[in-house]
């Protein structure tokens, strides 16, 4: 799959107030983009169904970040963390299982 034109970044905050800033590369999310340009949609259009795609995770659902490293990051940035995959099951009915 080529790469995106621009990045796609998630912020947010943890319990003690510190932001935290990521690039998204999902999969499921750079997918996205090449579809919505496939139809023409344009730029703004692109960006707003991936800001609603991501809103509908966060809101409607349990959404996992699965985080991951590039050696070339490590060393000279504060956070070398990239989003590497979302996982957006239901939200949890209150059933858990156990694996012992």
Same mark, same amino acid.
């Given at each position: 799959?080529?790469? #995106?034109? !621009?990045?796609?970044k998630?912020?947010? *905050?943890?319990?003690?107030? +510190? *932001? /935290?800033?990521?690039?998204?590369l999902?999969?499921?999310? /750079? ?7 496939? +139809? ?9 169904g991936?800001? *609603? +795609? ?11 970040? !699965? ?12 956070n ?5 995959? #979302?996982? !957006? ?7 858990? /299982? /156990? #694996?012992?």
């Amino acid at each position: 799959m080529p790469p #995106l034109p !621009y990045d796609i970044k998630l912020v947010f *905050e943890d319990a003690h107030g +510190k *932001e /935290s800033k990521m690039n998204i590369l999902d999969w499921e999310i /750079s997918q996205l983009y090449w579809n919505l340009e496939k +139809k023409h949609a344009s730029e703004k259009e692109i960006k707003q169904g991936i800001k *609603e +795609k991501i809103f509908w995770m966060i809101e409607q659902r349990d959404l996992y970040l !699965y985080l991951g490293t590039m050696r070339r990051m490590h060393g000279w940035t504060k956070n070398p963390f990239t989003i590497i995959g #979302l996982f !957006y099951p239901p939200v949890s009915t209150g059933y858990t /299982s /156990s #694996l012992f």
